[in-house]
RNA sequence: GGGGAGAUACUCAAGCGGUCAACGAGGACGGACUGUAACUCCGUUGGGCAACCUUCGCAGGUUCGAAUCCUGCUCUCCCCA
């Protein structure tokens, strides 16, 4: 299988720049390209998820990726983007992240398999980094590119008329160091081509200025837009935190229920930038989305494509018979039955929970008691008669309507119980 | 250095001796509606079942009674030098 890489992501609108004559070298050639990861946390979320599928477009059209994870720029860290200076890692933690951005790239790339020509690679900057001395870097390196092309890139010189605390020389080199890695890569492995977000412009082409001075050769850059939401919030963040690619960060319930609230705006855009889906199923899928937008047919399908690349189809069906149940009005015990308690931890993962000891409820205790005082979800029993006045608390999907006591039959799964006040406030007590 | 203004609940902002747990707006939360949405509508927003208790920068005082008056303290803002 093999396609028109840039062709392909234009019409994803995956294209925010692109240098000149990369097109035709893309259609001439087997091209290898390059993405960087930070290593900055020991999973990657939703936001690199784009750079990834970048890698498997390119391999897929027929040309070879490279993942580089950026365990020497990592020490330094990135100011793109940045307005103040960044605390640096410490190398134990870096060592870890490295390994964690590793594993998840592997999930998604092949590095073992396919025609050699094509076959993706794995790098990281400091297997070259480590040996350059400071000398040798400011001789062969330095010498090459003036601070003021440095200085006129906009994340440095936004530090320079801004009224923050300035910008540290090691900031003010990390472009100097990615220019170095696409030149290595150029001159190692004949990379011609650096792929990155809209915010890595800088970065790349003081890589390909300095390919045209050291090496005098030409290399080319690509950058996709920064995924946005209709509403302005930053996207792959939600009031829980990151959504990370990883089930341990982010349960795979939550992740599809991430891609299953996308507003109908951002689900157009977001089905051709994380689908694989072909142009005429993409425009037929929103076609039909907006014939009858309630059935919220975009959604579900892009969340299924989503749930399926990253989890799996497994997890995935979980994930919605999960969300069915949760959703529904009511939940019967039997229906609580068909989960167990890990599945449901999992499942609730992010929502508060506390540890009751099991006696209390055993006992029986007054729900005023109980919602206040012993779990703590509520902050005083007034609130919680003021709730019960407004119909909006529930003991595991059910609604309570009057005061009464809590007893061993609202209990779940063994020994959980899942409070809630209106549909969004959710609370899980663990009986111990 | 001199003169003036102000500090009220999550935020803005009324109140200027009793009827103030404190108008109003925003936010937040809940309910109805809906597509697990948007919009709209309605409700709640110190604690207590209640009597009542604790709140209006901080500490005192005057009064039967203070967020409201007086004194001191802390902080903020404005004007003149």
New binding site residues.
């Given amino acids: 299988m093999s396609y028109d890489f840039v062709n392909e992501l234009r019409w994803r609108g995956m294209i925010h720049d692109i240098m000149p004559d990369t097109e035709e070298l893309l259609n001439k050639e087997t091209v290898t390209g390059y993405i960087g990861f930070d290593p900055t946390a020991d999973s990657l979320h939703i936001g690199s998820l784009v750079q990834i599928i970048l890698l498997m477009h390119l391999q897929r059209s027929g040309h070879r990726p490279v993942a580089l994870v950026g365990g020497a720029t990592g020490m330094i860290g990135d100011p793109s983007g940045k307005s103040s200076e960044r605390n640096l890692l410490t190398q134990e933690i870096l060592d870890k992240n490295i390994k964690g951005v590793k594993n998840v790239i592997s999930r998604f790339v092949d590095f073992e398999s396919g025609d050699e020509s094509t076959r993706a690679v794995l790098v990281n900057n400091y297997d070259w980094m480590k040996e350059f001395s400071l000398i040798d870097f400011a001789r062969d390196i330095g010498k090459h590119i003036t601070v003021n092309y440095m200085m006129a890139k906009d994340s440095v010189k936004k530090r320079f008329t801004g009224e923050v605390d300035g910008m540290s020389f090691t900031e003010f080199t990390y472009q100097l160091f990615q220019g170095y890695d696409f030149l290595h890569l150029y001159e190692t492995m004949g990379c011609k081509l650096q792929i990155g977000g809209s915010d890595q412009w800088g970065n790349i082409t003081t890589g390909t200025e300095l390919i045209r001075r050291k090496a005098g050769g030409k290399a080319y850059a690509l950058t996709t837009p920064l995924v946005t939401k209709a509403d302005g919030t930053k996207f792959g963040k939600t009031e829980s935190g990151n959504i990370w690619l990883d089930a341990d960060k982010t349960s795979v319930y939550q992740f599809?229920?991430f891609w299953?609230?996308a507003?109908?705006a951002d689900?157009e855009n977001w089905i051709k930038i994380f689908t694989f889906l072909d142009k005429e199923t993409c425009e037929q899928l929103i076609e039909e989305h907006k014939q009858d937008?309630?059935?919220?047919s975009l959604?579900k399908r892009l969340a299924e494509e989503v749930t399926v690349m990253v989890h799996g189809k497994e997890a995935y069906e979980t994930a919605v018979e999960a969300?069915?149940i949760?959703?529904s009005k009511t939940v019967t015990p039997e229906q609580w039955n068909k989960f167990d308690k890990a599945t449901l931890l999992e499942i609730f993962e992010g929502v508060p929970q506390v540890e009751v000891d099991r006696k209390v409820v055993e006992n029986g205790i007054d729900l005023?008691q109980f919602f206040?005082e012993t779990t703590g979800f509520l902050?005083?029993?007034?609130?919680?008669?003021?709730?019960l006045?407004?119909?909006?608390l529930s003991i595991n999907k059910n609604k309570i309507t009057e005061e009464r006591s809590i007893n061993e039959d609202d209990i779940i799964a063994g020994d959980l119980m899942l409070l809630q006040?209106?549909?969004?406030?959710k609370f899980l007590v663990i009986l111990k």
């Avoid at 937008?293 to 919220?296: K, N, V």
């Avoid at 902050?379 to 709730?387: I, L, M």
């Avoid at 006040?421 to 406030?425: A, H, M, S």
Wanted: net charge positive.
């Fill in positions: 599809y229920q299953f609230n507003t109908d689900a937008a309630g059935r919220r959604q969300s069915q949760l959703f005023v206040a902050k005083s029993n007034s609130e919680v008669r003021r709730a006045k407004e119909n909006s006040r209106g549909k969004r406030n």
